[in-house]
Nanobody, 120 residues
Framework: QVQLVESGGGLVQAGGSLRLSCAAS????????MGWFRQAPGKEREFVAAINWSDGSITYLADSVKGRFTISRDNAKKQVYLQMNSLKPEDTAVYYC????????????WGQGTQVTVSS
C-alpha cells in the first residue's frame, strides 16, 4: 500500500505562485508514475502533470498548464512537487496527488486533496 498526503494549497492572487507537495509513504517502487490531478466545482477531475518516480526524466503536462507549472520529485524525501506559477482564476480546484504502478496501470493510489484558490 502507498499513502499519499498533499500539502501547500491555499489562497493566492492571480499571477502568483504556489508549490504543492505530495509525501509518499509505504511501499514505493521505482516503476511508479506519480501524477497530479485537479477537480474544480461542478467539473470532472482532470489530469495536470505526471512524472516517472525512478529518475524524473519523463514528465507530462496538460496543455492548459504548460509553461506555467513544473513537476518534480525528490526520491530521498519521497516527495513529489507541483510548482505552479502565473496562476489564473481557472486554476482554482482541489488538487490531488496520485500514483500508478507503471504506464499501463490505473492510478489507484490517491491523496485526500489540497484546495487551491486563485482570486482575480
Amino acid at each position: 500500500q502507498v499513502q499519499l498526503v498533499e500539502s501547500g494549497g491555499g489562497l493566492v492572487q492571480a499571477g502568483g505562485s504556489l508549490r504543492l507537495s505530495c509525501a509518499a509513504s509505504g511501499r514505493t517502487f521505482r516503476s511508479y508514475i506519480m501524477g497530479w490531478f485537479r477537480q474544480a466545482p461542478g467539473k470532472e477531475r482532470e489530469f495536470v502533470a505526471a512524472i516517472n518516480w525512478s529518475d524524473g526524466s519523463i514528465t507530462y503536462l496538460a496543455d492548459s498548464v504548460k509553461g506555467r507549472f513544473t513537476i518534480s520529485r525528490d526520491n530521498a524525501k519521497k516527495q513529489v512537487y507541483l510548482q505552479m506559477n502565473s496562476l489564473k482564476p481557472e486554476d482554482t480546484a482541489v488538487y490531488y496527488c496520485a500514483a500508478r504502478l507503471g504506464p499501463g496501470a490505473e492510478y489507484n493510489y490517491w491523496g485526500q486533496g489540497t484546495q487551491v484558490t486563485v482570486s482575480s
